[in-house]
């Protein structure tokens, strides 16, 4: 199932976000996309329960493993193990700076060690057959990214990675929340293009701030600070507005996608949740996420709104999906009535006259 441009476009793993739930329903959205999972760290994977932690639909491939630690012999032990559960991609974490990663010397802070996370990279490539990728920031805390990117870059080159996504931002590690680490420090998307322009058969993915398709591709040509990149991943802007997803099939990799207007997409996730509810499991898990299918669409409001409240009420099924799709269909309907009284109203008044 691996395709080797699938990562031309990706969602970023998003701990408490990108669940094998939202990759199912994502990939009622787009067949290509690359999709991850959120970051399991190296000694969950080796002392904890796998299947809970690891299982994954074969309906939801393309899907990389993103693994924390800092370890070598852990992260290749992890490695196997994920790759022997199907995924087609291992990604390194040396990018979140939340202080619960740091504490266990996962992360962003790596950062700081391009050596040991080198170490890391080739124990993990003589583990597994499939592609090793690392994603990372520019810097973090009083690095300098011109010195401390390209560091990092030459010593995991160096052991071997296939690919790396760069969130072209620094991490302050000291200072600044996980959330305001994606906001606070500037992007800076011209330092990717001239990494880029240095390692041009390293396949380069950028990350942070993208907001919507049409930037997605102005990043996947050349501009005046350096060549194309090879690939876009959206975190954020893909959970937030999953409709954007419908478009990225035909606009980033040219082939027809599936058909994702949102209320066959509603259509096509009620078996799925009818699979999870009868093997025991709670409708918010599915419903969580999402939120957004409807997001600019008369009857947005009440959709996000029956399904927040009404799905937490216990022994809560597929009913209370249903009616939230029956008010976003209320709603457009009332619209429609709307506009068609208005745009009659001249005609009415020029009779009138």
Not at 36 to 53: F, N, W
Not at 323 to 337: I, L, N, T
Request: aromatic share 6%; glycine share 8%; net charge neutral.
């Amino acid at each position: 199932m691996s395709d080797f441009k699938a990562y031309r476009f990706s969602v970023a793993p998003m701990i408490d976000w990108t669940d094998r739930h939202c990759r199912s329903f994502h990939r009622l959205i787009t067949r290509r996309a690359l999709l991850y999972t959120e970051m399991v760290t190296a000694p969950a994977i080796r002392y904890g329960d796998r299947s809970r932690l690891l299982d994954f639909s074969a309906a939801e491939q393309p899907v990389a493993l993103q693994i924390g630690g800092s370890d070598p012999a852990e992260l290749a032990e992890a490695a196997r193990v994920g790759a022997d559960f199907g995924y087609v991609e291992i990604n390194f974490n040396v990018g979140c700076p939340s202080d619960r990663v740091q504490s266990g010397r996962f992360g962003a802070c790596l950062m700081a060690e391009p050596a040991l996370v080198a170490a890391c990279v080739a124990a993990m490539k003589a583990a597994v057959a499939i592609p090793v990728t690392v994603k990372c920031r520019i810097g973090i805390d009083d690095q300098d990214p011109e010195v401390a990117l390209p560091a990092l870059i030459e010593a995991i080159v160096t052991a071997g990675v296939d690919r790396v996504i760069v969130h072209a931002r620094k991490a302050w590690l000291k200072g600044l929340s996980p959330k305001e680490n994606r906001t606070v420090p500037p992007l800076d998307y011209a330092i990717v293009r001239r990494l880029k322009a240095a390692y041009p058969a390293l396949p380069i993915i950028i990350n942070g701030g993208i907001a919507d398709l049409d930037q997605a591709e102005r990043l996947l040509l050349p501009d005046a600070d350096g060549p194309a990149l090879d690939g876009v991943m959206l975190g954020r802007a893909a959970y937030e507005t999953p409709a954007l997803l419908a478009e990225v099939d035909r606009r980033i990799f040219g082939e027809v996608g599936p058909d994702a207007d949102p209320f066959d997409v509603v259509d096509r996730l009620e078996p799925y949740v009818a699979d999870h509810l009868a093997a025991g499991g709670r409708l918010p898990a599915v419903t969580r996420h999402i939120l957004g299918l409807f997001t600019g669409r008369p009857g947005a409001k009440a959709w996000r709104r029956i399904l927040t409240v009404e799905a937490c009420h216990p022994g809560a099924g597929l009913e209370v999906v249903r009616q939230a799709r029956a008010a976003v269909v209320a709603a457009a309907d009332a619209k429609r009535a709307w506009d068609a009284a208005a745009d009659s109203e001249p005609r009415l008044a020029a009779t009138a006259s």
